[in-house]
């Protein structure tokens, strides 16, 4: 574990004085620089929404609530990350203390936001790290193992999700149609309160999910 840097005011008034110039007015050490910069940003481009659209800075928190409200909508709608409309109300909040908790508006739409965003989820590794692993899987005949590699890989699975399919947990009617795999209650279907499950039409997935599915009927433990 790294060190922790601990920062000791001087003994004498005359120290501390010297010590507490070094760092700063208290106001300015409520966030990181870094985070204070992402503030400003975000504040600024939210300024320039009211300008454009004829609009002042209110001066009642309920009405300034109502236009932080108007301007998620339009984050959202014109295809801004969550993480811009997180950072203007984080900013507005720490040039105006008094208006947290008076924003309740805004921020039950940012949560509606986190709950109804699409995830973007990148693919663990390259697709022919892949195709390697799974050409190895079936030269030494670990054919589920492969077939696990191709699910995860294509069905975009988080590890425990990927560790929990069983093989009766997989439906494919035909290879030419989607295969659809039935997760349960997963670490998003948890905030939902439902079972989740995806669907992979890639075709050298469904082709060996249908092989490993005739070749055996005895298939039933996990993949």
Not at 65 to 71: Q, R
Not at 196 to 211: A, C, F, H, N, P
């Amino acid at each position: 574990m790294g060190k922790v840097k601990k920062i000791l005011e001087g003994r004498t008034k005359e120290e501390r004085v010297k010590v507490r110039k070094q760092l700063g007015k208290l106001k300015d050490l409520t966030v990181q620089p870094k985070t204070r910069v992402r503030y400003e940003r975000a504040r600024q481009q939210f300024y320039q929404f009211l300008s454009s659209n004829g609009l002042e800075v209110p001066r009642q928190t309920h009405g300034l609530d109502l236009v932080l409200g108007d301007y998620l909508e339009h984050l959202w709608s014109t295809g801004e990350g969550r993480g811009k409309a997180a950072d203007t109300l984080a900013a507005v909040q720490d040039l105006q203390p008094h208006t947290k908790g008076h924003l309740a508006l805004s921020w039950r739409l940012l949560k509606t936001w986190q709950v109804n965003e699409i995830p973007c989820r990148a693919p663990p590794l390259p697709e022919i790290c892949v195709q390697a692993m799974v050409g190895w899987a079936i030269f030494k005949e670990e054919f589920a193992f492969g077939l696990s590699l191709l699910l995860g890989f294509y069905g975009l699975l988080r590890t425990g999700e990927l560790l929990d399919v069983k093989a009766n947990h997989v439906y494919i009617e035909s290879p030419k149609k989607p295969a659809v795999v039935s997760l349960g209650l997963t670490k998003g279907g948890k905030r939902m309160g439902a079972a989740e499950s995806v669907s992979v039409s890639v075709e050298i997935v469904l082709t060996w999910v249908k092989k490993l599915e005739t070749a055996s009927s005895s298939w039933k433990g996990p993949l």
